[in-house]
């Protein structure tokens, strides 16, 4: 018997502008003066895509008592993608580090407040792998800090993703991470515009659906 192929949910630009303008408020309660998006390897067809979403977040959080932009660092990690040298069995079980933000990384991050920026949490397994290990890198700074200066140079972390799946998840945050989320949707197969080859395709597909989603919901 044939699977039955995942609802496709398209995505436009619109969409995802209109979802971050109507969180950015709140988060500008956590005041981030750092943005650090996840993206995908080079080779990657679209996993783990942060880069639009953060350069547009950071729009919104631009405020008069802020002197210039709050920088965007990238980092590399891929789940799903087949790269050199991984098994199949380690392709979707094993988040594989890419991109870094440097081999000082801790040194940057010491008492900043860094909002992490992902297109959608589905198996949470990569966002749990960033926050993790970027944490870690910053115990490793303070550890070269006199033991009274740790505190204040401690990093604080929140997560934003444009969409939550309504799902179990493999992986959790801690439970004192500020995470946001766009909007909560259920586990169907999201289309963003930056994989369209065929914007307007990609648009007119789109409009389709939501037509069809608001006539099934009369």
């Given at each position: 018997?044939?699977?039955?192929?995942?609802?496709?949910?398209?995505?436009?630009y619109?969409?995802?502008?209109?979802?971050?303008?109507?969180?950015?408020?709140?988060?500008?309660?956590?005041?981030?003066?750092?943005?650090?998006?996840?993206?995908?390897?080079?080779?990657?067809r679209s996993e783990d895509t942060g880069f639009f979403p953060a350069r547009v977040m950071r729009t919104f959080l631009k405020s008069p008592e802020r002197k210039g932009n709050i920088p965007i660092h990238a980092i590399g990690l891929s789940l799903?993608?087949?790269?050199?040298?991984?098994?199949a069995?380690?392709?979707?079980?094993?988040v594989i580090r890419t991109q870094w933000?440097?081999?000082?990384?801790?040194?940057?991050?010491?008492g900043r407040r860094a909002l992490i920026v992902d297109?959608?949490?589905?198996?949470?397994?990569?966002?749990?792998?960033?926050?993790?290990?970027?944490?870690?890198?910053?115990?490793?700074?303070?550890?070269a800090l006199p033991e009274s200066e740790r505190d204040a140079k401690r990093?604080?972390?929140?997560v934003f993703v444009v969409h939550n799946k309504l799902k179990p998840k493999l992986a959790d945050l801690p439970a004192d991470l500020p995470?946001?989320?766009?909007?909560?949707?259920e586990d169907v197969w999201l289309d963003y515009p930056w994989e369209a080859q065929d914007i307007e395709e990609h648009d007119r597909l789109a409009a389709e659906g939501k037509k069809k989603r608001a006539a099934s919901a009369q």
């Open positions: 018997m044939a699977t039955q192929e995942p609802e496709h949910f398209r995505v436009t619109n969409d995802v502008h209109n979802l971050i303008r109507a969180s950015a408020a709140k988060i500008a309660e956590f005041k981030p003066d750092m943005l650090i998006a996840i993206g995908a390897p080079p080779s990657a799903y993608e087949s790269l050199p040298g991984l098994t069995e380690q392709i979707g079980a094993q933000l440097g081999p000082e990384s801790g040194a940057l991050l010491l297109e959608v949490d589905d198996s949470r397994k990569t966002l749990h792998y960033a926050v993790s290990e970027l944490q870690a890198d910053v115990e490793r700074a303070l550890e990093a604080k972390f929140a995470y946001y989320a766009g909007e909560e949707i």
